[in-house]
């Protein structure tokens, strides 16, 4: 089991950035698949970003694409979002959340084990 704690949200102004960081607890950090999921007031969760445990391949919604990086560091058991070129649509809570399965799924139902959110809002 893994527990996650994310930190690193603000408010910034539009075509900033920031860098999301997702610390994990357990001392099997390495076999997790981990993602980085977004929910905007009214809307669903949606799938932002993915890196497998197996071989470190990472997957963006086309959202994000070319904007944001997902990253971890194994030594610090800590998943990253470095989101750069924010855009006022990027405003939601982001969750960091981990399966054990090596391969990545867009939906929600897929990861048993989440983190608290933390909020990021980008100003106009």
């Known amino acids: 089991q893994v527990q996650l704690v994310e930190s690193g949200g603000g408010l910034v102004e539009a075509g900033g950035s920031l860098r999301l960081s997702c610390a994990a607890s357990?001392?099997?950090?390495?076999?997790?698949?981990m993602v980085w999921f977004r929910q905007a007031p009214g809307k669903e969760r949606e799938f932002v970003a993915g890196?497998?445990?197996?071989?470190?391949?990472?997957y963006y919604s086309d959202s994000v694409k070319g904007r944001f990086t997902i990253s971890r560091d194994y030594s610090q058991n800590t998943l990253y979002l470095q989101m750069n070129s924010l855009k006022p649509e990027d405003t939601a809570v982001y969750y960091c959340?981990?399966?054990?399965?090596?391969?990545?799924?867009?939906?929600?139902?897929?990861?048993?084990?989440w983190g608290q959110g933390t909020q990021v809002t980008v100003s106009s």
């Open positions: 959340a981990a399966r054990t399965m090596a391969t990545i799924e867009y939906t929600r139902d897929w990861y048993p084990y």
């Open positions: 357990g001392r099997t950090f390495g076999r997790y698949s």
């Open positions: 890196i497998r445990w197996s071989n470190d391949n990472t």
